[in-house]
């Protein structure tokens, strides 16, 4: 499955990078596409659709992820660990809503 | 200009959305995040046996040496809250009646993990990944979740205990 998506953000574990009403466009890329620290949008089990950066990428193909506000953010340890069918899409343009 | 046309866009098909929640107790743990932290502290501890071997240190070795024993401390200690947390947390009395010894284990790696803090060795940091490898093994074991031994594909290349999930 590759494709575009266009998420509209809420909530702030993202903050200051990403903040609510901002819009992004996602792309799946293939799975040796993703790089720690890049900014994904993830169908968690638990949590619905999520917009994360990774923390880690695992031997095992799984990844694991982190909020940039640490402070307000669901923790990896939380968050558990995902795998690559759960990757809706990288964030490929971020569209700020107005201040 | 271009987020009113979206937002316009929005009202009339509709924009799915991705949340950046925060705060909801879920109650999901995973040794993992003190595993990748351990393997921080041994790497950490070769970086500063590197500059060990150097006759003298220039300023920026020093500023290097300074930042290495930081980050170190810092990684240490992230490992013990992680088990803290994990043993303070989701271990309850089935985990206790299936593993008597955790409470051990987890008061050994709160050694060890100090230990780390304080000194350079590498066999410390060794040591701890060793402790921490027993209560990931453990702690999956909880879950009936079946784990295997693997060398981490980055340096410093060392075995860790990997959850079987597919």
């Not at chain 2, 206790?96 to 060890?112: C, E, G, Q, R």
Request: charged share 20%; glycine share 6%; hydrophobic share 40%.
């Amino acid at each position: 499955m590759i494709g575009f998506g266009c998420y509209k953000i809420i909530g702030d574990s993202m903050l200051p990078s990403y903040k609510a009403n901002d819009f992004v466009l996602t792309f799946r890329w293939p799975q040796n596409k993703y790089y720690c620290g890049d900014v994904i949008v993830v169908k968690h089990n638990f949590f619905g659709v999520i917009i994360k950066r990774i923390e880690h990428m695992h031997a095992s193909g799984l990844i694991t992820l982190v909020g940039d506000n640490s402070a307000r953010s669901t923790d990896s340890k939380c968050l558990g660990m995902i795998n690559f069918e759960q990757v809706l899409g990288r964030v490929i343009y971020h569209l700020p809503a107005p201040s | 200009m271009l987020h009113q046309l979206i937002g316009l866009y929005e009202k009339v098909a509709g924009v799915a959305t991705a949340s950046a929640h925060c705060d909801i107790p879920c109650k999901i743990y995973d040794p993992c995040v003190a595993q990748i932290a351990t393997l921080s502290v041994i790497r950490f501890m070769d970086l500063i046996a590197v500059l060990g071997e150097k006759d003298s240190l220039t300023l920026a070795d020093h500023a290097q040496l300074s930042r290495l024993q930081a980050e170190k401390e810092t990684h240490a200690e992230k490992v013990k809250n992680e088990i803290r947390v994990i043993w303070g947390d989701y271990i309850k009395q089935p985990q206790f009646d299936k593993y008597p010894d955790i409470s051990t284990l987890v008061h050994n790696i709160m050694l060890a993990g100090s230990a780390c803090k304080q000194g350079i060795e590498r066999g410390k940091g060794e040591n701890l990944l060793s402790l921490v490898n027993q209560f990931s093994e453990a702690f999956w074991s909880t879950k009936g979740v079946a784990t295997y031994s693997a060398k981490c594909p980055y340096l410093p290349e060392e075995v860790v205990v990997y959850p079987q999930l597919q």
